[in-house]
């Protein structure tokens, strides 16, 4: 069987999980990941069958002590998207349905530790 004969949603869920060097995530309006693919494995190191920790837990202690996870979620539902970048890429977009209502969030997150480390060496 060819991708082009695959039903549309099986060839995007194929697209989604051949992404290995970005996680991709969905998140619930409550903040908890109800999807991800395999570059998310990958890269937090859980697997399908783990109980995956709410988004605010994916981020550094000093993210959530500054109260991060709850305003990039704020600032995704209000302006569209969210966008951070540090030790890793991340870009939070609000999901919404035909209405316009937001009723979730993808978050697409690149780990950027080897080119911030490459970057110190040069410095």
């Keep these: 069987m060819r991708i082009e004969e695959i039903e549309d949603s099986r060839r995007l869920e194929l697209l989604i999980n051949g992404v290995v060097d970005y996680a991709i995530y969905t998140i619930d309006l409550e903040g908890n990941i109800v999807s991800w693919n395999s570059g998310a494995e ?64 993808a978050k697409v997150t690149r780990d950027m530790t080897e080119r911030m480390h490459a970057q110190q060496r040069l410095h």
């Design 42 to 105: 990958r890269l937090k190191g859980y697997r399908k069958r783990d109980h995956w920790p709410p988004f605010p837990d994916l981020l550094h202690d000093e993210d959530q002590d500054q109260g991060l996870p709850q305003r990039a979620l704020s600032i995704a539902a209000t302006e569209g998207r969210f966008e951070s970048e540090n030790w890793a890429l991340a870009v939070l977009d609000a999901i919404r349905n035909d209405d316009g209502e937001v009723i979730g969030f």
